[in-house]
């Protein structure tokens, strides 16, 4: 059905580009600023209990404490989110950033199912899926533009 007839096309490509770019530059600014705050004592005090009851993190929280844990877990965040900001110019960067994004969100949201007593920190969990959303997205669409190249 045509709306809008040859607009139609014109605002379907910009709003297209207009949510990749807003997805793609929230999510960076998102894994930037909670990735700069796990070095602060509140932050790390905040994801102990995650950390501690993750069978895929509980490793690092033994092996670092809860401050490293935090920090090592900041400093993932960090690459992952420079990663998807050089994805917008060298996609094969933004795949790998889009994948540990993927990996970062899913590890993430096991926690729903392996911290006891979550109370409040299921409605700070659920934002996940969203994010998790977004890394696929753009995981996929470095790895189009990948090979489009090839």
């Given at each position: ?32 600023f909670f990735g700069a705050l796990k070095w602060t004592t509140a932050e ?49 960067l933004g795949f790998i950033g889009g994948v540990l994004g993927i990996a ?11 911290t006891p007593n979550l109370g409040d920190g299921v409605g700070f969990l ?25």
């Amino acid at each position: 059905m045509k709306i809008l007839g040859f607009a139609q096309a014109v605002y379907a490509d910009w709003l297209q580009r207009t949510g990749a770019g807003i997805l793609r530059w929230s999510l960076v600014f998102l894994l930037i600023f909670f990735g700069a705050l796990k070095w602060t004592t509140a932050e790390a005090q905040g994801i102990a209990p995650f950390i501690s009851h993750s069978p895929f993190l509980r490793w690092v929280n033994v092996g670092l404490g809860p401050q490293g844990a935090s920090e090592a877990i900041g400093i993932f965040e960090l690459i992952t989110g420079l990663l998807l900001v050089a994805g917008q110019w060298a996609p094969r960067l933004g795949f790998i950033g889009g994948v540990l994004g993927i990996a970062m969100f899913v590890t993430t949201l096991s926690f729903l199912l392996t911290t006891p007593n979550l109370g409040d920190g299921v409605g700070f969990l659920l934002k996940d899926f969203t994010l998790l959303g977004a890394a696929t997205w753009l995981a996929g669409e470095a790895a189009v533009r990948v090979a489009r190249q090839t």
